[in-house]
């Protein structure tokens, strides 16, 4: 494993981060984990990324990632894999979480890998954290990612789960009460 710092600057004619130098050194590695730092320098935001990878060359032929879109994070979490093999509730889920990462990461002016990459995301389907612990037991989900996003994501988590219809509401209602006659 090796490890490198990148800073990104705000831009504004952006509106948020240029990550395309992040974009370009993830390429061609496999990233084992990613930690970001927000900090200001005169006012002027920045962020600092703290990247754990390890090379491609370095990497069973197997396991290398493989670029064959633009959509690095894409690429090299799996997730088609992954989500193919999903029920349909878990895909719908994973889908809800992907777009609620992606509002959040356009708030918080990062690309949205930053918050949690898809490969976090499926981890987090597929165990079903009922509590904030139980999510920073789910890998690559640290103590700071709980603490800015558990709550949200135990969120969609039970809005999701809400809106499934039990079998007593999908099953036709027979009991219906009817109206007296006068």
């Known amino acids: 494993m090796r490890t490198k710092i990148l800073t990104l600057s705000f831009t504004p004619s952006l509106g948020g981060f240029d990550d395309l130098p992040l974009t370009d050194f993830v390429r061609d590695k496999e990233v084992l984990s990613l930690r970001e730092y927000f900090f200001e320098v005169l006012g002027f935001p920045h962020l600092l990324c703290v990247v754990d990878y390890a090379d491609a060359a370095r990497l069973p032929s197997s396991s290398r990632p493989v670029r064959a ?4 994070e894409q690429a090299s979490s799996g ?7 999903m029920s349909a509730p878990d895909r719908a889920l994973f889908l809800t979480l992907r777009a609620w990462r992606n509002e959040q990461a356009r708030n918080d002016g990062v690309p949205p890998y930053v918050l949690f990459t898809n490969a976090e995301l499926v981890r987090v389907v597929l165990a079903r954290p009922a509590s904030t612990s139980a999510l920073g037991a789910v890998e690559g989900i640290g ?12 969120r969609a988590l039970n809005g999701v789960a809400q809106q499934t219809p039990s079998a007593a509401e999908s099953a036709p209602n027979a009991a219906t009460p009817t109206e007296a006659a006068p």
């Open 69 to 72: 879109s633009a959509d690095a």
């Open 143 to 154: 103590p700071g990612k709980v603490r800015r996003y558990g709550e949200a994501i135990l």
């Open 79 to 85: 997730r088609d894999d992954a989500v193919a093999r």
